[in-house]
């Protein structure tokens, strides 16, 4: 069992900053996959972002590639979302979430994640 808690959401204007963290406790943190998806109102739930175990591979959604960066600290047992140059159209709740498998194949389907977050909220205004 993992459980996952999210933090750093905020309000902010285009062109800004956010930190978004993910605090895991419970099984070794450290055999999962994690990831970061985004649900705006009246969408699917949306890839953002993932993170190997070892943190040596990390894999983004073309959306938010060279905008986002996702690191986790294993002694920590944290994932974060470094994201800048934010736009209107990354507003959303942003969910952390765990993949107890061991291939980074999927990473971006939603389904294959055992544990979430609660999730984040994140408004961007132009």
């Known amino acids: 069992q993992v459980q996952l808690v999210e933090s750093g959401g905020g309000s902010v204007q285009a062109g800004a900053s956010l930190r978004l963290s993910c605090a895991a406790s419970g099984d070794i943190f450290s055999s999962f996959i994690m990831g970061w998806f985004r649900q705006a109102p009246g969408k699917e739930r949306e890839f953002v972002a993932a993170i190997s175990g070892s943190g040596d591979i990390t894999t983004y959604a073309d959306s938010v590639k060279g905008r986002f960066a996702i690191s986790r600290d294993n002694a920590k047992n944290t994932v974060t979302l470094q994201m800048n140059s934010l736009k209107p159209e990354d507003t959303a709740v942003y969910y952390c979430?765990?993949?107890?498998?061991?291939?980074?194949?999927?990473?971006?389907?939603?389904?294959?994640?055992?544990?979430w977050g609660q999730g984040t909220q994140v408004s961007v205004s132009s």
């Open positions: 979430a765990a993949d107890s498998s061991s291939s980074m194949y999927g990473v971006s389907w939603w389904i294959n994640y055992d544990y």
